[in-house]
């Protein structure tokens, strides 16, 4: 929803053409599901974060001149280059955090940048320009041939780059885009049919998938959802958002109709509205029925139970869920603002650590962000006069590096006042109440 791109400049390049043998690895098992959205990556190491996201923009990543000397790799008798500095970029996040046994998922997105070239390889031919919150990340471009064979080089030189023994590190999933279901906002492709986007978006998410799983026979493609359930994005039409129900129906029935293969769900359970915290005293749009407007941490047994319906599954067994991109604000007017946001980061640990079927809680954001509409969603405050230089630490700080240790229990207490409850068990019967 408010995903930003992480840059880190540094040279050194190699050229490729051609994947090795599938890395045969399973999907690892890590110790908790604890994640975040990395900016910092040492301080995410010392959090002890089992799972990181990363962003990774391809339009920046691919560079059509090639006159920068980067990696190459060649789709269909076309060779493709790549930048050198995004590659570095890219290596020095994912190497020292796969390096302390931490699960890297990489969300791919294509934002549309200042030059005319990338652009038109990389994003959507039909998406918006200069309309009223037209988004800035595209639809990927698999309407065209050169389009297509970009998309899979990119992700045919990731995969292979972070799956072989080549010393760049390890990582395992591929967000494919960013909540797809508000297109227009956040994977623009103009104003479209429910179905004109089911069709795009199906066929990139196939191909990003058949790419990957060419180096990777263990690596996870997931779909991005935000939290509307049955309600769509109140500020778009029809044209330009659906509901994430509807969402999932029609690609789980387009991918049968092509030929079904086993994706995953990252989904973004943020509260509603964004702006407060306590989602624990939401009964209007989250409540635990399959009608609800939203599915926040309040009723996230709604989109469990959803998808245990034959129809969705893969092969008997249900899609794989990881929360991928989802935070709390701190209402830094309220005399208790930061009590809440801390006490929402332990509700919500406590009520995805005892849902099966989710694999990862990887909060957004770990600095706040000024361009973020207002919202402090970081364990970090930000400098004042910056953009996301970390400044001091909130209390969600010390709750976050406590959960899945030892000391959760003790630290983890303070938000129980703030929740309205006497134990963890009296808080998550609460939360399951109607």
Known sequence: MRSILILIICGGSASMAF???????????????????????????????HHAALNVDLTQLIDPT???NGPKWTVNGKQFA?????????????????????VVTLILLTYVSQDAKRNELMLHPRSAKNEKMAGPIAMFNTTTADGSDALQACLEFLADRYSAEQGHGRVWGYICGNEVNSHWFWANMGHATPDEVMTEYERAVRLIHRAVRKSSRAARVYLSMDHFWNERYAAGSSTQCLGGREFLDRFAAKAHENGDFDWHLAHHPYPEPLTDPRFWRDNVHSPHHNQAHSITFRNLDVLMDYLQQDRLKFAGQSRRVILSEQGFHCNEGRPQGELEQAAAYALAY???DRLPGIDAFILHRHTDHAQEGGLNLGLWTNRPGQICSPDRKRKMYELFQAAGTPDEQRVFAIALPIIGAADWDE???????P
């Open 19 to 49: 994947a090795g043998p599938p890395n045969e690895e399973h999907f690892p098992q890590p110790l908790n599901k604890k994640g975040l959205q990395v900016q910092m990556i040492d301080d995410a190491i010392a959090l002890g974060v």
């Open 66 to 68: 090639g006159q920068d």
């Open 82 to 102: 790549f930048s050198p500095s995004q590659v570095a970029g890219i290596d020095a996040q994912v190497k020292p955090l796969s390096d302390h046994q931490i």
């Open 350 to 352: 406590k009520t995805v």
């Open 427 to 433: 808080a998550l019967r609460n939360l399951m109440s």
